[in-house]
């Protein structure tokens, strides 16, 4: 047998799965097919290449394009006129992107993790583990007694609307236009459409967002959407809600995109825009693996059927992240390729998904870990609400962005902490106290007996634990 365990995908399930089993005395290969334009291996996934890590780069230089432009003279500092190089902007996204594919790169090095670089796929059980045969400019084929499939998700197009991306674009095409568009069409008001369309719209597109459901990030606490959507309206975003589209033409060879559609209302309208971006959902990439030999099936929808260990239906077979039920999120799979190697080596690990935290990395920030409070209501459940805005913060007044607030929830009875939620500054980084809150299974008051630096943006996160008792102190 060449190795004792196989991961196919070296996104950040895969890879931080391999490491992991290597740091545990395993013998791990670890098998991806990204590369870059010339050719080299790029792991990461869609994580580090056309997804979380270049789309945080753009947000970032984006968002200083804009506070440049707009944001400056509050602060007693003038400029001059603000020009615009889209081509650096790009060239540093690159940069980033490669940065950590060659990380990874060096951490499988590190920790003895044989990294193959190609196509895989299953070619036969045997009587000891699977085989996997890798396609690309060194072809080979592997053996392995235990095989953790992570070979994440792919965009889901509109019916009948391919990608492009030139004009039609997935996330990968919206991080790469090699010039800004005049008007920019995104059908999906999800995660990934909000954060493209802030980067676009500061760069100065006229942005629609065309979104199906009636609701704004239903997934959401309710308050937060509405003040989230208060905020995007503002900022300049054209979102409309309730949208029912019927048809979409791109132009034969260039010219705009056109779409048909109905509002709200049930009136037919009309868009033209330069660029169209796609974003709404994503599928398993379970395609072409050779399942079939080793006797997995999808389900209609692509997903690999997992128990609550992540074990599939064939022994020694295993699979993570945005392949199987669940979130789809890089930091969720990160955990079940942890958990999963540590259950080969005989330990007894646990991911509880009430205490994975989400984020879009919009301005504001929007965050949240647990229950919302539509869902507490829904289930019947007796609790307290605690609301803290930054506007009452002196860290943020310092900053200038005192948009937002703090909301905790928490047991009538206990005062367990069932869920937080942060729309404003730095709400990615502040959600992660309410996570260790809620895994330790922390009260609203060890939150509010906690001392918190001053002054700081995690001063609301105390003040909104003691108003789910009535006790702010600075508001």
Known sequence: MDHDLIVIGAGPGGYIAAIRAAQLGMSVACIDEWSRANGAPAPGGT???????????????????????HGMAEHGI???SVKLDLERMLARK?????????????????????????HAAFTARTDSGFE???????????????????????????????????????????????KVPERMGIIGAGVIGLEMGSVWRRLGAKVTVLEALPEFLGAADAQVAKEALKQFTRQGLDIQLGVKITEVKPAARSGPVRLLYTDSKGAEQKLEVDALMVSIGRLPHTEGLGLDKVGLKPDERGFLAVDADCRTEVPGIWAIGDVVRGPMLAH?????????????????????????????????????????????????????????????????????????????????????????HIIGPLASELIAEAAVAMEFKASAEDI?????AHPTLSEAMKEAALASDSRALNF
């Open 47 to 69: 994580c580090t290449n056309v997804g979380c890590i270049p789309s945080k780069a753009m947000l970032q230089s984006s968002e200083h394009y804009e506070h440049v432009g």
């Open 78 to 80: 003038e400029v001059g």
């Open 94 to 118: 690159r940069k980033v992107v490669e940065q950590n594919n060659d990380g990874i790169l060096y951490l499988f090095k590190k920790n003895k993790v044989r990294f193959v670089h190609g």
């Open 132 to 178: 996997v045969a890798v396609g690309g400019a060194e072809p080979v084929t592997l053996r392995a007694r235990q095989v953790i499939i992570a070979t994440g998700s792919r965009p889901r197009a509109l019916p009948g609307v391919d990608f492009d991306e030139q004009r039609v674009l997935s996330n990968s095409g919206a991080l790469a236009l090699s």
């Open 332 to 420: 969720k799979a990160e955990e079940e390729g942890v958990a999963v190697a540590e259950r080969l080596a005989g330990q007894k690990p646990h991911v509880d998904f009430n205490t994975v935290p989400w984020v879009i990395y919009t301005s504001p920030e929007i965050a949240w870990v647990g229950q919302t409070e539509q869902a507490l209501k829904a289930a019947g459940r007796a609790y307290k609400v605690g609301s803290f805005p930054f506007l009452a913060n002196g860290r943020a007044r310092a900053l200038g962005d005192t948009t937002g607030f703090v909301k905790l929830l928490s047991d009538a009875a206990s005062d367990a902490i069932l869920g937080v």
């Open 448 to 452: 509010a007996r906690i001392c918190h």
